[in-house]
């Protein structure tokens, strides 16, 4: 084994070396046996895993390290057998401690306790063999034990699994006190860019780096931990949540999110982290209130700075919602004409109409609303007029 993974200084890690005081039934002497022969058994139990658990293979978890865990743990099993007894405290604690360490190494639980399945069946299958090759009074025997072998199996599992889950809840405590801080931080930049870098770096997030940000409703399931094992720094705010990553390929960072959610502008540095949380948020209130599934500042910048003084704007183009409302068609062909930055045979392929009859539409609509598409001064108020109607229909 590698001498880069130190067992003595893991209490889960740690063989016993004391006797073993075999009890007088056939069963405990078969495991004193295999006491003796757990190197192999936990060779093979350690390619069982990393075979069929991705985990153990992608994650902090090296093999030397899964193997003396392994090891230690199979050791007092048949420890426990051998002597026929339950499980000391010392025992039972030292099982938690490698839940603590998983959890910390950010292992998922479910392949840690699939690791200790494969190990306890990996065990039992060994004691089955060996007690058919002692006799059928060692085999009978080995019924009579089966139940309190599967009962010790499952009271460690079920330590280590909450004391994994109890780590894993603080972790998740100090990352969202972490996120929390730093967005506090980059709000009173440049007086907290120091300490600001440094929270950027423990929570994953290059502080030189491009980032980009987005915004959505909380959801249940919102988890720090697995957030930040993709890349992505999860802030928790009263009525949204904030993700920001250094990964400004948004399809790939925010893939899977439901809307209504907003994406920001990638913007470089911790002055651009700020900046691009502004983008997603502003983004973010544009997608409710104009009922859009995603917006993204990049393409729908005007909405998303306007979207939230609808109200108060709309005096200024009153004529012009009213007649859009009132008019599909016209509606239809001003969306067009926006779309495809005023040019007529666009427009009108795009409604299905000859250019002529684009131009009828945009002659009436100017007509009744003083608001002339083909006039570059005019195309913010026409903007605007689309705005509002979307956001009443």
């Not at 299958?125 to 019924?143: C, H, I, N, S, Y």
């Not at 199996?153 to 079920?158: D, E, I, K, R």
């Not at 697995?226 to 920001?244: H, K, S």
């Amino acid at each position: 084994m590698s001498t880069l993974f130190e067992p003595r200084r893991h209490p889960d890690t740690v063989v016993p070396t004391g006797s073993v005081r075999v009890a007088d039934r056939p069963t405990a002497r078969v495991a004193a046996k295999l006491l003796t022969q757990l190197d192999p058994i936990t060779d093979e139990v350690v390619t069982t895993i990393r075979r069929q658990l991705p985990g153990y293979t992608g994650s902090e978890v090296t093999r030397d390290d899964l193997w003396w865990s392994v090891r230690a743990n199979l050791d007092i099993l048949m420890r426990i057998i051998a002597e026929d007894r339950s499980l000391r405290p010392d025992e039972v604690s030292s099982r938690a401690t490698l839940g603590v360490r998983r959890a910390r190494q950010q292992l998922a639980v479910t392949q840690l306790i699939q690791a200790f399945q494969i190990g306890y069946i990996e065990m039992w299958r060994m004691l089955t063999e060996a007690a058919k090759a002692e006799g059928q009074a060692a085999v009978d025997d080995l019924v009579d034990v089966a139940g309190h072998f599967w009962a010790m199996m499952h009271l460690v599992s079920a330590k280590v699994a909450e004391a994994y889950h109890e780590t894993s809840r603080e972790q998740g405590s100090e990352v969202r006190r972490r996120a929390q801080l730093f967005l506090d931080m980059i709000h009173g930049l440049p007086a907290s860019t120091a300490a600001a870098r440094d929270e950027a770096h423990a929570l994953g997030l290059d502080p030189d780096g491009v980032m980009i940000a987005a915004v959505r409703r909380p959801a249940p399931e919102d988890d720090p931990l697995r957030a930040r094992d993709a890349g992505i720094v999860l802030i928790e705010r009263t009525d949204a949540v904030v993700m920001l990553t250094n990964c400004v390929d948004e399809a790939a960072a925010f893939a899977g999110e439901r809307g209504p959610i907003g994406i920001g502008l990638p913007r470089e540095g911790l002055e651009g982290a700020l900046g691009t949380i502004r983008d997603a948020r502003q983004a973010y209130d544009a997608a409710r209130t104009l009922g859009r599934r995603v917006m993204r500042f990049r393409d729908d910048w005007f909405a998303c700075v306007v979207s939230s003084q609808l109200d108060r704007l709309r005096p200024l183009v009153g004529d012009a919602v009213d007649v859009l409302q009132a008019d599909d068609f016209t509606a239809e062909t001003i969306q067009a004409y926006l779309d495809h930055r005023g040019h007529m045979a666009q427009t009108g392929e795009a409604v299905h109409v000859h250019a002529n009859t684009v131009k009828y539409r945009l002659d009436r609509f100017a007509e009744k609303t003083g608001i002339d598409p083909r006039a570059g001064s005019d195309m913010v108020q026409l903007a605007l007029a689309m705005l509002l109607t979307d956001s009443r229909g």
